[in-house]
């Protein structure tokens, strides 16, 4: 049985990373996943866009949450590609990830993050794409949990 958004949203506040920057999950379906992170002084560069880095992290979490639905828990991001496209601005960075093809040892997800006014799942607010990727997901070869330590490299 697919785990339920309750669930995956606890996950989710399991990391450090997600809780600094406040993000939220907001949807979680078999082929649909929602990232929501506020718009602060805190995720800004110097030119008050959001960061490259808080746009990655917010792609990288919805494939892995896509891919977590169709694989299972035990997962990680094995490819990554960005292409920044526009500047992201507003008041909620929303990564929507669309799952393209599951099979049993690897998941394509394409994320879309995009820069709103606010954060809602059924929100008809016009949407700013500011990046596109193309990402794929593969099992966790060393069955990791979330709270374990990396191998030694």
């Given at each position: 049985?697919?785990?339920?958004?309750?669930?995956?949203?606890?996950?989710?506040?399991?990391?450090?990373?997600?809780?600094?920057?406040?993000?939220?999950?907001?949807?979680?379906?078999?082929?649909?996943v929602?990232?929501?992170?506020?718009?602060?002084?805190?995720?800004?560069?110097?030119?008050?866009?959001?960061?490259?880095?808080?746009?990655?992290?917010?792609?990288?979490?919805?494939?892995?949450?896509?891919?977590?639905?169709?694989?299972?828990?035990?997962?990680?991001?094995?490819?990554?590609?960005?292409?920044?496209?526009?500047?992201?601005?507003?008041?909620?960075?929303?990564?929507?990830?669309?799952?393209?093809?599951?099979?049993?040892?690897?998941?394509?997800?394409?994320p879309?993050?995009?820069?709103?006014?606010?954060?809602?799942?059924?929100?008809?607010?016009?949407?700013?794409?500011?990046?596109?990727?193309?990402?794929?997901?593969?099992?966790?070869?060393?069955?990791l949990?979330?709270?374990?330590?990396?191998?030694?490299?």
């Amino acid at each position: 049985m697919p785990p339920a958004l309750e669930s995956a949203q606890h996950v989710l506040q399991t990391q450090p990373f997600s809780i600094l920057l406040a993000a939220q999950l907001t949807a979680f379906s078999a082929d649909y996943v929602e990232v929501c992170v506020p718009i602060t002084a805190q995720v800004k560069q110097q030119f008050g866009f959001v960061h490259g880095g808080v746009i990655s992290y917010a792609a990288d979490n919805a494939l892995t949450f896509a891919g977590k639905y169709a694989l299972g828990p035990s997962i990680v991001t094995s490819d990554f590609k960005v292409n920044y496209v526009c500047l992201a601005k507003g008041k909620t960075l929303i990564t929507r990830t669309h799952m393209v093809y599951a099979g049993q040892s690897q998941a394509m997800c394409l994320p879309s993050p995009t820069a709103t006014k606010r954060c809602a799942p059924s929100s008809k607010a016009r949407l700013r794409p500011c990046a596109r990727r193309h990402n794929c997901i593969s099992p966790n070869p060393q069955n990791l949990s979330i709270n374990s330590p990396l191998p030694p490299t």
